[in-house]
């Protein structure tokens, strides 16, 4: 299962990443958590400098950019495959 967070002050890219990051879960059908944090303090907690950020279970992966659908579909399957592999 897949924890994903949109990390962001509420702007236009941090609502484009969220808007990304639930098109890449629903074409992978993962199964998934999607949270959008607004709170300063919690960017601090992922060391994320400039925002949007994407944590993928709780590992930041993406930060001050909004990467494209195909990317973050990318980034979502290979931590999905971690996981199957460490199983």
Do not use: W
Not at 40 to 61: C, D, I, Q, S
């Amino acid at each position: 299962m897949l924890r994903v967070k949109v990390l962001g002050p509420g702007c236009e890219n941090c609502a484009h990443l969220k808007a990304t990051a639930q098109e890449a879960l629903e074409a992978l059908g993962a199964e998934a958590t999607l949270e959008y944090v607004t709170d300063r303090a919690e960017f601090a907690k992922y060391n994320l400098m400039m925002t949007p950020g994407l944590v993928v279970n709780e590992k930041l992966v993406s930060a001050g950019r909004v990467p494209a659908t195909h990317e973050v579909i990318t980034l979502f399957a290979n931590v999905l495959a971690a996981e199957e592999a460490g199983s």
